[in-house]
C-alpha cells in the first residue's frame, strides 16, 4: 500500500495569506488529487493534480486560488491562496496506485487549515 | 453528486454485528460498490469493495443484491475503534474518472460498551 504524508499537519493563519500544502508518496504512484473537507462535511474533489502540467479542476474551483504543482509522481503541492475564514477545512491529499493489477485509492492524514 | 443514500446514523453494542445499509439505485454496470471510512480527524481508510459477489476481508463482510441497486456493509464483531463514519462510493475501477470520489454523507457508526 501506498504510504502517504502531509506538511503540515495544522496550521492557523491570517485572512489575505497563502499556505502551501505538501504530500509526499512512499512510492510512484498513476493518480494524485487533492481534497476538501469542510467543518462537519463530507469530502469534496478539488482538482486532479496532474505530472508535468495544469491540474484538472473541479467545478467551483479555480487554479487563482488553488494552485496545484505535480513535480513527480511522488509529490504534489496546493496552495491555498488569499484565504479568508470560509477557507477553514482539513485538505487531505489522495493517490491511486496500481497493485496487483487493480487500482487502489488512498488518502493522506490531512491538513487541517485554520483561518482567522 | 454522490450516487449513494445512507443513513446518517447508526449505533451498535460493542460485540455484535454492525450492518450499515447503502443504496445505489443508479449504478452503472460497470460501476464497483467501495466502502470507506473516516475515524475522527483522519483520513479515509478503504474497507471493502465489489462488483456483483458478495465479498469478505479481514475487515468487512460485503453484501450486494442481485440487482445490485442496495448493499449491507457488515462488520461481524464491532470494537469501539470502529466507530465512525462510514461512507458508501459508487465508482469506476479503471478509466479517466478514477480516484474522482464523490463523497456523500456517511453514515455515522457509534459503537457502546
Known amino acids: 500500500s501506498a504510504v502517504i504524508s502531509q506538511k503540515p499537519s495544522r496550521d492557523i493563519c491570517q485572512r489575505g495569506t497563502s499556505l502551501t500544502i505538501q504530500c509526499q508518496v512512499d512510492s510512484q504512484v498513476t493518480m494524485m488529487f487533492w481534497y476538501r473537507q469542510q467543518p462537519g462535511q463530507s469530502l469534496t474533489l478539488i482538482a486532479t493534480a496532474n505530472q508535468g502540467s495544469e491540474a484538472t479542476y473541479e467545478s467551483g474551483f479555480v487554479i487563482d486560488k488553488f494552485p496545484i504543482s505535480r513535480p513527480n509522481l511522488t509529490f504534489s503541492t496546493l496552495t491555498v491562496s488569499n484565504m479568508s475564514p470560509e477557507d477553514s477545512s482539513i485538505y487531505l491529499c489522495?493517490?491511486?496506485?496500481?497493485?496487483?493489477?487493480?487500482?487502489?485509492?488512498?488518502f493522506g492524514p490531512g491538513t487541517r487549515l485554520t483561518v482567522t | 453528486d454522490a450516487k449513494t443514500t445512507q443513513p446518517p446514523s447508526m449505533d451498535c453494542a460493542e460485540g455484535r454485528a454492525a450492518n450499515l445499509p447503502c443504496n445505489h439505485s443508479t449504478i452503472s454496470g460497470n460501476e464497483y460498490v467501495y466502502w470507506y471510512r473516516q475515524i475522527h480527524s483522519q483520513g479515509p481508510q478503504y474497507i471493502i469493495h465489489?462488483?456483483?459477489n458478495n465479498e469478505t476481508n479481514e475487515m468487512a463482510s460485503l453484501i450486494i443484491t442481485e440487482d445490485r441497486k442496495s448493499s449491507t456493509l457488515i462488520l461481524p464483531h464491532a470494537t469501539l475503534r470502529d466507530t465512525a463514519v462510514y461512507y458508501c462510493?459508487?465508482?469506476?475501477?479503471?478509466?479517466?474518472?478514477?480516484?474522482?470520489?464523490?463523497f456523500g454523507r456517511g453514515t455515522q457508526l457509534t459503537v457502546w460498551p
Open positions: 489522495s493517490v491511486v496506485a496500481v497493485e496487483q493489477d487493480a487500482y487502489e485509492q488512498y
Open positions: 465489489g462488483l456483483k
Open positions: 462510493i459508487v465508482r469506476v475501477a479503471r478509466g479517466s474518472t478514477l480516484g474522482r470520489l464523490y
